[in-house]
Structures are given as C-alpha cells and as structure tokens.
C-alpha cells in the first residue's frame, strides 16, 4: 500500500500526472457548480409552480369564503325588510351566495389537503348548516310574525361577523403571507452558487497558468471555453432572476397594495350593508356613527388602492366604485343628521334595502366594481408571478448543458498535453 501511495504521490509530481490532476478537478468543480445551480434554480420554479398552480388558486378562494358569506349576511337581513314580493328573490339570492361559500371552500380544501390552512376550511364547512339553519328558521318565524325570528336572524349575523368571517379574514391573509413569502425566496439571488462560479473560475484560471508554466503554450482552447461556459452560466443566473424578481415585485405590490385594500374596502362596505339593516332589526347605539365611520374607511381604502394603479379598464371599475360610494354616503347622510327630523320606519327602509326592479344599491354597486377590480388585479398579478416563472423557463437545463460543457471542454484542453508523455 505503501509502494502504491509512492509511485502515485510521484505520478502527481510529473507534469503529465499534473495535468490529470488539473483535469479531473477543474471537471469535478464544474460539474459540483453545475449541480448547485441547477438545484438552486429547480428550488426556484418549484416555488413559482406552486405560486401559479396552487397558491393562487387558495388565496382567490379564500377572498371568495368571505365575500360569499359578507353577502349572505346581508341579504338575509334585506329579506326580512322588504315586501313579501321581493323577499323570495332575495332568499335565492342568499342561497346562492351560501353555494358559491360551498364551492369556494371545496375549492380552499382540494388545493391545501392536509396543509396548514385545511383544519381553519374544515371549520368553516362545519359551521355553514347551523348557519344556514339558523337564518331559515329566523325567516319562517319573520313570516308568521313571531318575534323569535329577529332573535335566529341576529345569532346568525353575530355567527357570520365573529366566527365565520374572522376565520375567513385570517385564511386569506395566511395564503397572502404563504405566498408572498414563496414569490420572495423564488426570485432571491443565489449567492451561495455565486460564490461557488467565482471559486470555479479561479480555479480555471490557475489551471491555465500552471498549464503555461509548463508548456509556453499562452492558450489552451479547451481551458478557454471551460472558462467561458463558467462565465455565461455564472452571469446568465442573476440576470435572469433580477427579471423574474421585476415580474414577482409587480405582482407582490398588485396583490399587497391594490388587491388587498381594494378586498377589505369590499368587506367593509357588506358589513356597512348589513349594519344598514340592523339598524331597523335590531338597532343599538351608535349604529349611524359605525356606518358613517364604515363608509369613511372604504373612501379611504380606495383612495389608497388607486395610488399604486395605472389607467385602465380596472382602474375604471375602481372609479366606478368610488362614484358609487359617493352617492351611498350621500343617500344615507339623513340617517346621520342628528339635527334633523326622525325617520320614519317606511323612510328608513327605503333608504338601507335594494331598490325595485333590476336596480342595484349603492352598495351593491360598489360592491360589483370593486369585485371586478379585485378579479382584474388579482389575475393581473397571477399573471406576472407566470411571467416570473416563464424568465426562468428551462434556465435548469441550460445551466447544466453549460456546465457540463465546461467539464468536458476542460478534459478537451488537458487531455492533448497528457498524451504527449505518452507517445
């Protein structure tokens, strides 16, 4: 062994044994960078993939959980105010609201099975029949006129308000936060494979000089495009994921500083609609303060949405929806006049229900804008976190052709230069 040891060690000392050396090493780094590269940018698409294909999809739904069940709030409680013609259409329209609540958490618990947010769905599910029970029951009692009625209808509306739609909030800003966090670690740089080329490079280079150190040869072409396969995959990395990072930043700042605010001044203005209707069920003090208040925090939410949007059909829908809130806010300013005459019951109900025919509220009009502004930002920034994954594309394979490349083009150089001590 000792022999073996020996006459190897003088192998290595030999400019042929050398030249192996530098051969299998200036290989073995290449490929070692290749393979960090390569992991690092899987570990990259595999975050944009689930950003496109998944957590897109659970952050969507979730917005739809609470939207859905804000608006079932409120209709269950415009059904009991308006005349017995117009209530049956607006207990569809509560019907309605509660399937689309269904399909949106089928749609949370097939996309997260098992995962973090799938205990909080499972109980949004479980709580959707005493729910539902609990508002049938209240309008069967309203149209025998038994007072028990107002009392289902309230348990039901503090149900919404305190479990079902906090749980709902909270979902939605879990997936917020889940994705963010991937969109951010997918378009970070990779400085640790930065640092690995550099230190390939290096190794190049010294390669190249005791090559010429030993044979007067001022260039090696193998050496040469082992170093320039290096630079390309050591340059081509970071350029590509600053442009991924551009893509994930567009859309991280639609979804934080457009959708999301555009998405609570949504949720506000069904609370605002529901305290409406409280108002005249089962009123308590300072319910036109909190409504004059509400509909202050949608103006402002609004307002804050529209700092960070450009000209466009949806930033139209967000104008639209601001113009209608003008006209809610201006519509409900007698229920806040502590100076004028009482409102009658006839007069209150007129203002806080829907109007007749196929006329939407000022609540539902703003309620209708924002919901599409919400749809066309929200497939906006879907739409950039794709643009983020496309920059990356097969970024993977190239850069393991590149470095591979580089393994062989250096064996390539070195291998001539062996050969010729054995000739």
């Known amino acids: 062994m000792a022999l073996v040891r020996e006459r190897f060690g003088a192998y290595l000392r030999r400019t042929e044994g050398t030249f192996a050396l530098i051969a299998a090493f200036t290989a073995v780094s290449a490929i070692v960078f290749g393979l960090v590269g390569v992991d690092a940018l899987r570990d990259r698409q595999a975050l944009l993939d689930d950003a496109v ?43 309605d609201d509660i399937f689309q609540a269904v399909e949106a958490l089928r749609e949370a618990a097939s996309r997260d099975p098992g995962g973090s947010s799938s205990e909080r769905v499972a ?49 939605h800003k879990d997936q917020i936060k889940a994705l963010t966090e991937a969109q951010s670690n997918a378009s970070g740089q990779a400085w640790f494979t930065y640092l690995l080329g550099v230190v390939v490079l290096l190794v190049l280079y010294r390669s190249q000089r005791i090559l010429f150190e030993r044979t007067r040869r001022k260039v090696n072409t193998g050496m040469l495009a082992a170093t320039a396969f290096t630079l390309v995959a050591l340059f081509g990395l970071p350029i590509a994921l600053l442009l991924a990072a551009g893509n994930t930043e567009d859309s991280i700042v639609k979804r934080e500083k457009v959708v999301a605010p555009l998405a609570e001044a949504r949720n506000v203005g069904r609370s605002a609609d529901s305290n409406e209707a409280r108002m005249l069920i089962y009123p308590s003090v300072g319910d036109a303060e909190a409504l004059k208040t509400d509909l202050g925090t949608i103006a402002a939410l609004i307002e804050d949405a529209k700092k960070f949007t450009e000209p466009g ?77 496309a920059k990356l594309g097969v970024l993977d394979v190239v850069f393991a052709l590149l470095m591979g490349g580089a393994a062989v083009a250096a064996v390539a150089g070195l291998w001539p230069r062996i050969a010729e001590y054995y000739r």
């Open 313 to 389: 059909p949806d930033r139209d829908r967000v104008d639209q929806a601001e113009q209608a809130l003008k006209s809610w806010t201006e519509a409900d300013a007698r229920l806040f006049d502590a100076q004028g005459l009482p409102l009658t019951y006839p007069d209150t109900v007129a203002i806080v229900t829907p109007p007749t025919g196929d006329a939407k509220s000022y609540a539902e009009q703003v309620d209708e804008h924002l919901t599409a502004a919400i749809i066309g930002y929200t497939r906006s920034s879907a739409d950039s976190t794709a643009s983020a994954r």
């Open 123 to 171: 109980r949004l599910t479980e709580r959707v029949p005493q729910y539902v029970q609990l508002v049938e029951s209240g309008w069967s009692a309203s149209r025998n006129n038994h007072p028990v009625g107002t009392s289902y209808l309230s348990h039901a509306s503090f149900l919404v308000r305190d479990t079902i739609l906090e749980d709902a909030d909270q979902l």
């Open 53 to 95: 294909d998944r957590r897109g999809d659970l952050t969507s739904a979730a917005l739809d959980i609470y939207r859905t069940f804000a608006d079932a709030d409120a209709t269950s409680l415009d059904a009991v105010l308006v005349d017995q013609q117009r209530s049956p259409a607006l207990q569809q329209e509560f019907r």
